[in-house]
Nanobody
Framework: QVQLVESGGGLVQPGGSLRLSCVAS????????VGWFRQAPGKEREFVAA????????YYADSVKGRFTVSRDNAKSTVYLQMNSLKPEDTAVYYC???????????????WGQGTQVTVSS
């Protein structure tokens, strides 16, 4: 059974940091690109970051560039999203997803996790 499970979300103060993890099972994650998307209440899901299958290429939304870093450890079937200098506007449910190629479009990804809540508030 193909599964992606996110963890690491929580409540953090503005300026703080969190590291999200996405663990894959039921397939070989090393063959797939992985994307991170987020959805805030009342808003559409938006692209955050993506990483190529072996991690050689990464891509970020302008809103998180310089603050977020995506990485992966294929030996652990895990992809990470390190989030620094968090802002209230980063508050959202964060989802990881896998696909055959890097993309900023959610329609290009196949499998999705259940999401993890990130809340940035003082």
């Amino acid at each position: 059974q193909v599964q992606l499970v996110e963890s690491g979300g929580g409540l953090v103060q503005p300026g703080g940091s969190l590291r999200l993890s996405c663990v894959a099972s039921g397939f070989s994650l090393e063959h797939y690109a992985v994307g991170w998307f987020r959805q805030a209440p009342g808003k559409e899901r938006e692209f955050v970051a993506a990483i190529s299958p072996i991690g050689a290429r990464t891509y970020y939304a302008d809103s998180v560039k310089g603050r977020f870093t995506v990485s992966r450890d294929n030996a652990k079937s895990t992809v990470y999203l390190q989030m620094n200098s968090l802002k209230p506007e980063d508050t959202a449910v964060y989802y990881c997803t896998s696909g055959s190629s890097m993309s900023t479009w959610d329609r290009d990804f196949d499998y999705w996790g259940q999401g993890t809540q990130v809340t940035v508030s003082s």
